[in-house]
């Protein structure tokens, strides 16, 4: 008897070249500040084919903290932040004593639009975050516009939409600042780490300095090594050579990587739209490229309620699957006391939050697995509504 089939929703995608590459950095004398990581910012810029300025750092939560910091983002400012995301993108605001302010989605894409931003803003705004959700890219275009008009720095949280696009521009690319996570289960992976992009040099100049405790080597080393001055505050947030060297290899399989999203993506949503009752969420733009991270559907009508049953039934079966986001996160405990949560605010990121189901469609997913998993889902869902 063969195992039974097992398809968890995240799975880094590891290999021998990934290992030799961190080995060849453990045998050599420089953990940090070495050649790999440089390399790494350079590769990663070229993925994007843009002028870009790359600044590898610990996590996508680092490079979102010290864009903020770095735009002089502080208490009394208020901070657009999309409702349906990681906390991180709201942390961040908060980590500088700004204040977020949450704004729905569309029920379609997941992503914030330009009306409800613009419906957000106060004289207070000094910042719009915006969230390519689950790797569908927003309409940049109009976001930057409103952005220009009103004087406010945009940053682009693209923890998931590595690979995406829009108008063939990748994201990250847009506003004054991208952040980039590479968390095990993200597009790629250096176990934990992340990329602060921008397109202005002075930016990626300074976010260098924040990035590592504020230090200047300037003029000092020059006279003797180990000298150097702060002339600024600063945090430890830089990437050590073991990841940086991981990240590298990662980025040489991305166009495989995104390949393999996109036919496992295509073939569930093309099964599953021929299932009643229920929504995939996609790009509706057509200038609007994926990064595929995953394929989330939203229950609606009658089956609002069936979302536990039927993950249930999907583990039960093998399939992993996940919630982005389980919570809107204005919705959260910590928000929720500090600013109070209005539930009619934010309809469409709780109808997502609270009746959607993610399936994975990464590298790991072979089409066998499609085949299996649009077989399961639609005879859960037959199963769970009798
Ligand atoms: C995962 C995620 C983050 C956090 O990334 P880390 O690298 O773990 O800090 C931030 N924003 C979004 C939208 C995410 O999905």
């Not at 923890?159 to 952040?179: K, N, P, Q």
């Not at 993950?311 to 109070?340: D, I, M, Q, W």
Request: hydrophobic letters at 45%; a neutral charge; one cysteine or more.
């Amino acid at each position: 008897m063969s195992a039974p089939r097992v398809i968890p929703f995240g799975r880094p995608w590891i290999t021998d070249e990934d290992r030799a590459a961190v080995q060849a950095v453990l045998n050599g004398p420089v953990l940090t500040h070495g050649p790999q990581c440089g390399a790494f910012e350079a590769e990663f810029a070229a993925c994007l084919r843009g002028e870009a300025h790359c600044v590898a750092v610990s996590s996508c939560m680092a490079a979102l903290h010290l864009a903020y910091v770095q735009f002089g983002v502080r208490p009394g400012d208020e901070v657009i932040v999309p409702a349906l995301t990681h906390t991180a993108t709201a942390h961040a605001v908060e980590w500088v004593g700004a204040t977020p302010v949450f704004v729905d989605c569309d029920p379609a894409t997941g992503n914030v639009t330009p009306e409800a931003i613009a419906a957000a803003l106060t004289p207070r705004t000094k910042a719009i975050s915006v969230v390519h959700f689950i790797g569908i890219p927003c309409a940049m275009p109009p976001i930057m516009a409103l952005a220009e008009r009103h004087g406010l720095r945009v940053i682009e949280d693209c923890a998931l939409a590595l690979g995406a696009r829009y108008d063939g521009i990748h994201v990250g690319l847009f506003g004054d600042a991208g952040c980039f996570s590479f968390y095990p289960v993200k597009h790629i992976t250096t176990g934990e780490g992340g990329m602060f992009v921008t397109r202005d040099g002075d930016v990626a100049r300074t976010v260098r300095r924040l990035r590592a405790f504020g230090v200047d080597r300037g003029h000092a080393e020059g006279a003797a090594p180990g000298l150097y001055d702060v002339p600024t505050l600063g945090l430890n947030y830089r990437m050590g050579e073991m990841p940086a060297a991981l990240g590298r290899v990662q980025l040489r399989r991305l166009d495989e990587n995104l390949r393999r999203r996109r036919a496992s993506f295509q073939g569930l949503a093309e099964a599953l739209t021929a299932v009643p009752g229920i929504r995939v969420l996609a790009p509706v733009d057509a200038r609007a490229a994926s990064s595929h991270y995953c394929l989330s559907f939203v229950l609606e009508g009658d089956r609002r309620s069936l979302r536990a049953a039927l993950v249930a039934r999907l583990n039960a079966a093998g399939v992993g699957t996940s919630v982005y986001y389980p919570h809107p996160v204005p919705r959260l405990t910590y928000y929720r006391t500090k600013y109070g949560y209005d539930a009619a605010r934010y309809p469409a990121a709780a109808a997502i939050s609270d009746c959607s189901v993610a399936l994975p469609v990464g590298p790991h997913v072979g089409a066998e697995d499609v085949e299996f998993m649009t077989t399961v889902v639609a005879d859960a869902l037959r199963e769970v509504l009798v």
